[in-house]
């Protein structure tokens, strides 16, 4: 069975920085799109950015030149390095990937950026 697993996530000071992963787990013949949302207190979640197969990338214009996703083929996960973190980037970030054809959500990990 598939299993995506997230890690990295955390309390950091404004300006400060994380790296979240999300590991895909069990049997599967390729994953071809994989992408980061998150969901802050009150608020509907929201795609902050996203990596096709072909290498294609989005980022929302909130986290643009902050954020940068990238894929690790090697451990099978997808990155979402945060820089310059502001207290709006306060959330619940979840990894979202379609594997063999299927949807699939992280379990989703808490960052906090205090002022």
């Known amino acids: 069975q598939v299993q995506l697993v997230e890690s990295g996530g955390g309390l950091v000071q404004a300006g400060g920085s994380l790296r979240l992963s999300c590991a895909t787990s069990g049997t599967f013949f390729s994953i071809t799109f994989m992408a980061w949302y998150r969901q802050a207190p009150g608020k509907q979640r929201e795609q902050v950015a996203r990596l096709t197969s072909s290498g294609s990338t989005y980022y929302a214009d909130s986290v643009k030149g902050r954020f940068t996703i990238s894929r690790d083929n090697a451990k099978n996960a997808v990155i979402l390095d945060l820089n310059n973190l502001k207290p709006e980037d306060t959330g619940v970030y979840y990894c979202?990937?379609?594997?063999?054809?299927?949807?699939?959500w992280g379990q989703g990990t808490q960052v906090t950026v205090s002022s």
């Open positions: 979202n990937e379609i594997v063999d054809t299927r949807f699939y």
